[in-house]
């Protein structure tokens, strides 16, 4: 959790991984503001499309885009989205470009930088 003075809020972030996930970094974000009143919102979901290291692929793997929720529909939301997630690392290995809609949410890469991380 950390404090966002300017918003009058803090934002408490978690994780989650399936068993056996070998990176660093997260396979979930979870991210919610909860104003300094105690009031909260929807929960924001983050996820990488890839099974590689989410790290590594930062602007090559599709990131979810725009996906929250309420507390109370948080676990079938992570399902949903999971279960998106592998249909989406299903259709970018079948050759399917970005962005792709799986019907409920886009799975979109980032803008790259001022710079080409690849060198290109």
């Not at 934002?11 to 104003?35: I, M």
């Amino acid at each position: 959790m950390y404090k966002i003075p300017d918003m009058e809020c803090r934002v408490v972030h978690g994780t989650a991984n399936p068993e056996g996930w070998a990176y660093e970094q997260p396979a979930l974000d979870l991210l919610a503001k909860v104003g300094f009143d105690g009031s909260f919102r929807d929960v924001e979901i983050r996820c990488p499309a890839t099974d590689g290291n989410p790290l590594m692929e930062v602007f090559r793997a599709p990131r979810l885009q725009r996906c929250c929720c309420t507390l109370a529909e948080l676990p079938t939301t992570l399902k949903e989205v999971w279960a998106a997630r592998r249909q989406t690392i299903a259709r970018l290995e079948a050759g399917e470009t970005p962005p792709i809609f799986d019907g409920k949410w886009t799975w979109a890469r980032v803008d790259k930088p001022f710079f080409d991380v690849e060198g290109q």
